[in-house]
């Protein structure tokens, strides 16, 4: 079992930055941010599988929104820039084992879930 913890989010002004951070406490083949705002569905943010080296964005961050992760692949970051009205959510953190390559943009492939952190864009 493999727990997630997220930190950091709150409140921004549209254009702002905010950083949010999540920790894991063993080891996955994958993480990924996810956000759910009031009265819509989750909806995939980013991902990184540690096997494909590279990270990959949601249409609607793309350029706006950048995921790192630590050298033991157990910490996943997510720095948002220019953020929108839109961008308010809470945002989860989540890992699973296994992800093939047409379910890492859906949530329902990760075993793993963080307890989520509220991002607040103000216009």
């Known amino acids: 079992q493999v727990q997630l913890v997220e930190s950091g989010g709150g409140l921004v002004e549209t254009g702002g930055s905010l950083r949010v951070s999540c920790v894991a406490s063993g080891r996955t083949d994958a993480m990924a941010w996810f956000r759910q705002a009031p009265g819509k569905e989750r909806e995939f943010v980013a991902v990184f599988r540690w096997r494909d080296g590279r990270p990959y964005y949601a249409d609607s961050v793309k350029g706006r929104f950048t995921v790192s992760r630590n050298s033991a692949k157990t910490t996943l970051d997510l720095q948002m820039n220019s953020l929108k009205p839109e961008d308010t959510a809470v945002y989860f953190c989540?890992?699973?084992?296994?992800?093939?390559?047409?379910?890492?943009?859906?949530?329902?492939?990760?075993?793993?879930w963080g307890q989520g952190t509220q991002v607040t864009v103000s216009s």
């Open positions: 989540a890992a699973g084992m296994g992800l093939i390559t047409s379910t890492l943009t859906t949530g329902a492939a990760y075993a793993y």
